[in-house]
């Protein structure tokens, strides 16, 4: 019931197309969905962040899509750039606790 | 500004040796600090945090152990290494623990040979 569920496990996309990243979770007292992105051998660093009460938050190329029903959303890069490569993380925090669940990671490569 | 260290950058060390990784904060009082495992193309294994001086919660029983001496020190120790001890170690910290966002260190890269 903790599990952040994450797809695909790599990803790669051409230089201006579109990165869409899955992530599913179980636990319903999940109130924030954070991305992080991490450049090899650096540690990650948050990228964007969503409440469940939000279907949509945009932070330049960065979207995020939540569908609070289906327990799932998404992270959407637009107009892809090779600076984009990296593995990014989509988690799951309850901010009454402690712990932050994050997903396995998706590497994604934009070819230029 | 905040500043979180972690060193060694790399460790290579044999099997059954000690372990000690230690993790600093600066800039900030009283953090909330974890440390992660990550495997080599997997997710972030959280193996420790720590709200307050001495104070460590544990989340995977194995052969590490963390402690905290100081306000915004995070050290992560093992008596023996496995093999299967190897990975990515990464240290981080929060304001609160009820904060999203946690501020990741650069990582210690070990391989127990």
């Known amino acids: 019931q903790q599990q952040v569920k994450q797809s695909p496990q790599s990803l790669i996309v051409q230089k201006g197309g579109i990165s869409i990243i899955n992530c599913a979770y179980e636990?319903?007292?999940?109130?924030?969905f954070p991305w992080y992105q991490q450049f090899p051998g650096k540690g990650p660093a948050l990228l964007i962040a969503i409440r469940p009460d939000v279907s949509e938050k945009k932070e330049g190329r960065f979207t995020i899509s939540f569908n609070k029903s289906a327990k799932q959303f998404s992270l959407h890069i637009m107009d892809s750039q090779p600076g984009d490569s990296a593995t990014y993380f989509c988690?799951?925090?309850?901010?009454?606790?402690?712990?932050?669940?994050f997903g396995a990671g998706t590497r994604l490569f934009v070819k230029a | 500004s905040q500043t979180i260290h972690q060193w060694p950058a790399t460790l290579v060390q044999p099997v059954g040796s000690p372990l000690s990784l230690e993790c600093t904060v600066e800039g900030t009082s009283n953090p909330n600090l974890y440390w992660y495992r990550q495997a080599a193309g997997r997710g972030l294994q959280l193996l420790f945090y720590?709200?307050?001086?001495?104070?460590i919660s544990s989340e995977v029983p194995q052969n590490l152990s963390a402690s905290r001496p100081q306000d915004r020190q995070f050290i992560l120790s093992s008596k023996k290494l496995l093999l299967s001890d190897s990975g990515f170690y990464l240290c981080?910290?929060?304001?609160?623990?009820?904060?999203?966002?946690?501020?990741f260190g650069p990582g210690t890269r070990l391989t127990v040979t």
């Open positions: 988690a799951g925090l309850n901010t009454g606790g402690f712990k932050t669940i």
């Open positions: 981080a910290w929060s304001i609160t623990p009820r904060d999203y966002e946690q501020y």
């Open positions: 720590s709200v307050g001086i001495g104070q």
């Open positions: 636990n319903t007292a999940f109130d924030y």
